[in-house]
């Protein structure tokens, strides 16, 4: 379990992750999301980290996780979620995006193979997960991509 103190008021976010069988895999891909959560007590953070944990769980294998203060919108956090899935994950970030819910995400797929998504709340699009949800980017980068040091512990998946 990981515990993370994502403001001065002491408020703890905690992750729980399980075993399960892993088989090594030496091509995957890192799935960055970072998402704005309002309200800074804690709880809709955690409801929010929660939910798209679970989205991912077992298919994906946690690789980091924190949670900060969000300047631009008072009691704010910023949550800072990054997965590795096995890279015959096919369905990519739209698949990603459609399991978060939601409407009016804007996709990004790049010639080299890099792809992103991002929503904000703008033209009557429908907020994704819960009422909390303030804002979101995604990335999904090929490990190939990956500096060293971030891919150096590769990780386990299941193919």
Not at 48 to 71: C, G, K, M, N, R
Not at 86 to 92: E, L
Request: aromatic content about 8%; hydrophobic content about 40%; proline content about 7%.
């Amino acid at each position: 379990m990981t515990s993370v103190n994502p403001t001065e008021s002491n408020v703890m976010l905690t992750v729980e992750t399980l075993d399960r069988p892993e088989a090594a895999t030496d091509e995957w891909l890192r799935l960055g999301v970072r998402i704005v959560v309002s309200g800074r007590d804690g709880a809709n953070s955690q409801a929010v980290l929660q939910q798209v944990l679970a989205l991912f769980w077992p298919s994906a294998e946690l690789y980091d996780f924190y949670a900060t203060p969000y300047p631009r919108l008072p009691e704010a956090t910023v949550l800072r979620i990054a997965f590795d899935l096995p890279a015959s994950y096919a369905a990519g970030v739209s698949g990603i995006v459609q399991s978060i819910g939601g409407s009016g995400w804007t996709v990004d797929i790049y010639e080299d193979g890099e792809q992103a998504a991002c929503w904000k709340p703008e033209h009557g699009a429908l907020r994704p997960l819960c009422e909390h949800f303030h804002s979101a980017e995604i990335n999904l980068i090929p490990s190939s991509h990956l500096a060293a040091f971030r891919k150096s512990a590769g990780p386990r998946l299941l193919q």
